[in-house]
Protein backbone atom coordinates (compact mmCIF):
# COMPACT_ATOMS: atom_id res chain seq x y z
CA UNK A 1 0.00 0.00 0.00
CA UNK A 2 0.69 3.65 -0.90
CA UNK A 3 2.77 5.02 2.54
CA UNK A 4 3.11 8.49 1.46
CA UNK A 5 7.14 7.98 1.10
CA UNK A 6 7.31 7.67 -3.00
CA UNK A 7 10.68 7.90 -5.03
CA UNK A 8 9.71 11.89 -5.27
CA UNK A 9 9.55 11.75 -1.24
CA UNK A 10 12.85 9.91 -0.96
CA UNK A 11 14.54 12.24 -3.43
CA UNK A 12 13.42 15.29 -1.70
CA UNK A 13 14.80 13.97 1.59
CA UNK A 14 17.90 12.49 -0.37
CA UNK A 15 18.23 16.12 -1.86
CA UNK A 16 17.80 17.99 1.41
CA UNK A 17 20.51 15.21 3.54
CA UNK A 18 22.98 16.25 0.89
CA UNK A 19 22.72 20.53 1.17
CA UNK A 20 22.75 20.01 4.62
CA UNK A 21 25.01 17.61 5.19
CA UNK A 22 27.76 19.63 2.51
CA UNK A 23 26.70 22.94 3.42
CA UNK A 24 29.77 23.70 5.26
CA UNK A 25 32.10 22.54 2.79
CA UNK A 26 33.19 19.09 1.24
CA UNK A 27 33.22 15.56 2.67
CA UNK A 28 34.35 12.28 2.42
CA UNK A 29 32.18 9.81 0.34
CA UNK A 30 32.62 7.08 2.88
CA UNK A 31 31.13 9.46 5.85
CA UNK A 32 28.46 10.74 3.23
CA UNK A 33 27.04 7.13 2.39
CA UNK A 34 27.23 6.21 6.50
CA UNK A 35 25.72 8.85 7.39
CA UNK A 36 22.91 8.49 4.64
CA UNK A 37 22.43 4.91 5.35
CA UNK A 38 21.36 5.88 9.31
CA UNK A 39 18.53 7.94 7.97
CA UNK A 40 17.46 5.08 5.50
CA UNK A 41 18.55 6.88 2.38
CA UNK A 42 19.85 4.00 -0.02
CA UNK A 43 22.67 4.63 -2.36
CA UNK A 44 20.91 4.60 -5.42
CA UNK A 45 18.91 7.19 -4.22
CA UNK A 46 21.58 9.17 -2.77
CA UNK A 47 23.70 9.02 -6.12
CA UNK A 48 20.80 10.26 -8.28
CA UNK A 49 19.92 13.07 -5.48
CA UNK A 50 23.89 13.58 -6.08
CA UNK A 51 23.55 14.26 -9.86
CA UNK A 52 20.34 15.97 -9.76
CA UNK A 53 22.59 18.87 -7.25
CA UNK A 54 25.57 18.24 -9.67
CA UNK A 55 27.55 17.70 -6.57
CA UNK A 56 31.03 17.62 -7.83
CA UNK A 57 33.31 14.51 -6.95
CA UNK A 58 36.66 15.07 -6.22
CA UNK A 59 39.80 13.08 -5.02
CA UNK A 60 41.95 14.02 -2.08
CA UNK A 61 44.66 11.60 -1.71
CA UNK A 62 43.32 8.13 -1.72
CA UNK A 63 39.48 9.40 -0.95
CA UNK A 64 36.54 10.90 -2.99
CA UNK A 65 35.41 13.78 -1.68
CA UNK A 66 31.66 15.53 -2.61
CA UNK A 67 31.15 19.50 -2.98
CA UNK A 68 28.52 21.45 -3.68
CA UNK A 69 28.64 23.46 -7.05
CA UNK A 70 30.24 26.95 -6.64
Known amino acids: M ?4 GKGQK ?21 ILE ?7 KGKTLRNAK ?6 SIKRGNQWYWVLPE
Open 11 to 31: SRKAKEFLLEILADGGMSQKK
Open 2 to 5: LNGD
Open 35 to 41: EAAKRGI
Open 51 to 56: SELEVD
